[in-house]
């Protein structure tokens, strides 16, 4: 079946570390690819995304991601976390249809 | 500005007892969806409409229905709540389907079954 794997589940780093968040899809076909973020007591909100083109996608608030096709992983980066950035990321993925499948969620925790 | 509105962020009902979620949107987007979170798990797709095209995955129990009685409004319907439906409960819009379609997430109704 198709799966969205995120083995991370909570992730607690201080401020000016370096983050990187896994994910994994399972499909052999093609996908599109999204990050999202959920701060505390607000709504998903899209972070970034990937379609085609350039692997290496750049979104807001200094955030990036890869596609690594080969490893079918899309994982989430930012150089240098703030405590603003403590939320919920959840990794999700078109496939082949209209529908998006969710991974479980990463928490984030950054103490200053 | 809220642009996708679900009422009420919280809410409590009985064991069996016929629930409503609703959903508003101000974006005019032709495509909603309710999505259903459990604790510490995905969010699972329910169903969507387009525009007035009922679309319902495989897996939603019969329990599960939704109206949209105009483009703004989507609701769902528990009709018989059991314990194991306690979850967030997630509407989303979107301007159309389709893959390259970001979707526009409400803050969510957190449902609790006494």
């Known amino acids: 079946a198709q799966s969205v794997s995120q083995h991370n589940h909570h992730v607690i780093l201080s401020e000016a570390a370096s983050l990187e968040l896994g994910c994994n899809y399972s499909?052999?076909?093609?996908?599109?690819l999204f990050w999202y973020v959920q701060y505390p007591g607000q709504h998903l909100q899209l972070l970034l995304k990937?379609?085609?083109?350039?692997?290496l996608v750049k979104g807001i608030k200094g955030f990036e991601a890869e596609f690594i096709k080969s490893k079918f992983s899309f994982n989430l980066r930012k150089p240098s976390v703030q405590w603003s950035d403590t939320a919920e990321y959840f990794c999700?993925?078109?496939?082949?249809?209209?529908?998006?499948?969710f991974g479980t969620g990463t928490r984030l925790q950054v103490f200053p | 500005d809220a642009m996708v509105i679900q009422n009420p962020r919280y809410q409590v009902t009985q064991f069996g007892k016929p629930v409503t979620l609703s959903c508003s949107q101000t974006?005019?987007?032709?495509?909603m969806y309710w999505y259903q979170q459990k604790s510490s798990q995905a969010p699972k797709l329910l169903f969507h409409?387009?525009?007035?095209?009922?679309?319902n995955e495989a897996d939603t129990p019969d329990n599960f229905q939704s109206r949209r009685p105009n483009t703004s409004f989507c609701f769902l319907d528990i009709r018989s709540p059991g314990l194991g439906d306690a979850a967030m409960y997630l509407c989303?819009?979107?301007?159309?389907?389709?893959?390259?379609?970001?979707?526009?997430f409400g803050d969510g109704t957190r449902l609790s079954i006494l």
């Open positions: 974006l005019n987007h032709n495509v």
């Open positions: 989303a819009t979107s301007r159309k389907t389709g893959l390259d379609q970001p979707q526009h």
């Open positions: 999700a993925a078109g496939i082949n249809t209209d529908k998006l499948i």
């Open positions: 499909y052999g076909g093609t996908v599109n």
């Open positions: 990937y379609f085609s083109g350039d692997p």
């Open positions: 409409y387009y525009d007035k095209d009922f679309n």
